[in-house]
């Protein structure tokens, strides 16, 4: 039972540095896999429409070209801007003395004998001072076009995307997810990353530069939360 219970520990560790021997690749990751819109079946098509006028590339005449459908595209700009940062400081002082003379048991004095009596004096000081501080700026700009994976009943719409580019020897990529209200998409398909709520923001590499400033596994696993030192 109990190396039931220390397995999952160990195998934790171990899977910390799966990253390293097996980087991400494009594709992959279904929660930022590109939806494709449904292509109604073309019999169906053929019975509605005209010489000219087609069900499946028609524009409604009051409605604007935005995305509002699975599969359609929008283009987001990444404005991602955090800067926190977080100082404490704490003093502690106490100090206490005590003194006891004249002890006495059931009324007599306590005596020990060779001038030595039960009379005593205790002091105790203690002092604590901490201090911490913390601070931590982040930035990140660009852009990324994802599709619309899915129209929820009240209008708002799951996106997700990924975007690879391979500089020399490596592969950087940007991926996201989230969902995003029809009101806050520009004319021209596009809204900025802090209109996206539940966003999930992605941004690293792959190659031998990401190798050469990472960590490899086993000292992930020295390093990791769980290790006893």
């Known amino acids: 039972m109990r190396l039931l219970k220390v397995l999952p520990c160990v ?64 283009t987001i700009f990444l404005v991602e801007r955090t800067n926190a940062q977080k100082g404490a400081t704490t003093t502690q002082t106490k100090e206490d003395q005590e003194k006891v003379i004249n002890t006495a048991f059931l009324g007599r004095p306590i005596r020990l004998g060779a001038g030595y009596t039960a009379d005593f004096d205790l002091s105790n000081k203690r002092k604590f001072t901490g201090d911490g501080q913390s601070k931590q700026n982040n930035k990140l700009d660009g852009s990324i076009s994802v599709t619309v ?23 950087e990529f940007v991926q996201l997810s989230g969902i995003v209200r029809p009101q806050d998409i520009r004319a021209d398909n596009t809204l900025n990353s802090d209109r996206v709520a539940n966003a999930r923001i992605s941004y690293g590499g792959t190659g031998q530069v990401n190798n050469a400033n990472a960590q490899g596994w086993l000292a992930r696993i020295l390093w990791g939360p769980i290790f006893p030192t």
């Open 11 to 74: 195998a934790a560790l171990f899977l910390g540095g799966c990253e390293t021997l097996f980087p991400p690749a494009p594709g992959q990751n279904p929660d930022y896999a590109p939806t494709y819109p449904t292509t109604p079946d073309p019999k169906e098509l053929r019975k509605v429409s005209g010489s000219i006028y087609s069900n499946e590339t028609a524009l409604p005449l009051f409605e604007t070209p935005r995305a509002r459908h699975p599969g359609d595209i929008l």
């Open 149 to 171: 994976s899915k129209v929820l009943a009240n209008g708002n719409m799951m996106v997700q995307g990924e975007k690879w580019i391979r500089i020399n020897q490596g592969n």
